[in-house]
């Protein structure tokens, strides 16, 4: 079955960068069937959508509008994963994070259909403190 | 706030029938299919429901869902203990141009 595990720092000084990474195993960050999701949790904001990445041909990426630092998902077809990174990063931006598979259906380059987010990861708790 | 709006808590006892709403709006809950995902203590939310009504294989058809216009329900019938969870309702929305999510309901089995 398809399995998502997450792997990254737990802790990042305000002003860096966080960067997670999210390795797919029993499917293919290249499917034409999937887009591949990050989201965070806090106790403040709850589930909060970043972005996707998703291929048809080519890739496509989709950002969430709300997240104040600028935000980054990008695949790696060598690895089979693909990452997240937050940039310049402030005491907000600490939350759990989780990449999830999106079950989706395609059409040059277009998400008509989905299916909902049915594999997740682990979840990365991730603090941004001095 | 968030952009799709739920009851902060429900709760129901062993065999009751349990309803959970969501509102939304044209933009999104009113042009695209719901989900909904149920998450316990300390684990990643796990999907209960696609488009709109459908059920993941695995999940019990004791759990459905709904949609009208720009609101959705998911029900929960034969209300067991493992039910008390966090339930969260989803959606695109066309004018963020991403997933919304809403402020989740605790639901509670007494």
């Known amino acids: 079955q398809v399995q998502l595990q997450q792997s990254g720092p737990g802790l990042v000084k305000p002003s860096q960068t966080l960067s997670l990474t999210c390795a797919i195993s029993?499917?293919?960050?290249?499917?034409?069937?999937?887009?591949w999701n990050w989201i965070r949790q806090s106790p403040s904001r709850g589930l909060e959508w970043l972005g996707r990445t998703y291929y048809r041909s080519k890739w496509y990426n989709d950002y969430a509008v709300s997240v104040k630092s600028p935000i980054t998902i990008n695949p790696d077809t060598s690895k089979n994963q693909f990452s997240l990174r937050l940039i310049s990063v402030t005491p907000e931006d600490t939350a759990v994070y989780y990449c999830?598979?999106?079950?989706?259906?395609?059409?040059?380059?277009?998400?008509?259909?989905?299916?909902?987010?049915?594999?997740w990861g682990q979840g990365t708790t991730v603090t941004v403190s001095s | 706030q968030s952009v799709l709006t739920q009851p902060p808590s429900a709760s129901g006892t062993p065999g009751q029938r349990v309803t959970i709403s969501c509102s939304g709006s044209?933009?999104?809950?009113?042009?695209?299919?719901v989900n909904w995902y149920q998450q316990l203590p300390g684990t990643a939310p796990k999907l209960l429901i696609y488009?709109?009504?459908q059920r993941p294989s695995g999940v019990p058809d004791r759990l459905s869902g709904s949609k009208s216009g720009t609101s959705a329900s998911l029900a929960i019938s034969g209300l067991q203990y493992e039910d008390e969870a966090d339930y969260y309702c989803a959606a695109w929305d066309d004018s963020l141009n991403g997933v919304a999510f809403g402020g989740g309901t605790k639901l509670t089995v007494l």
């Open positions: 999830a598979r999106e079950g989706v259906t395609l059409v040059r380059g277009l998400i008509i259909s989905s299916y909902g987010m049915d594999v």
């Open positions: 488009s709109n009504y």
């Open positions: 044209s933009s999104n809950i009113g042009s695209n299919t």
């Open positions: 029993g499917d293919s960050v290249s499917s034409n069937s999937a887009a």
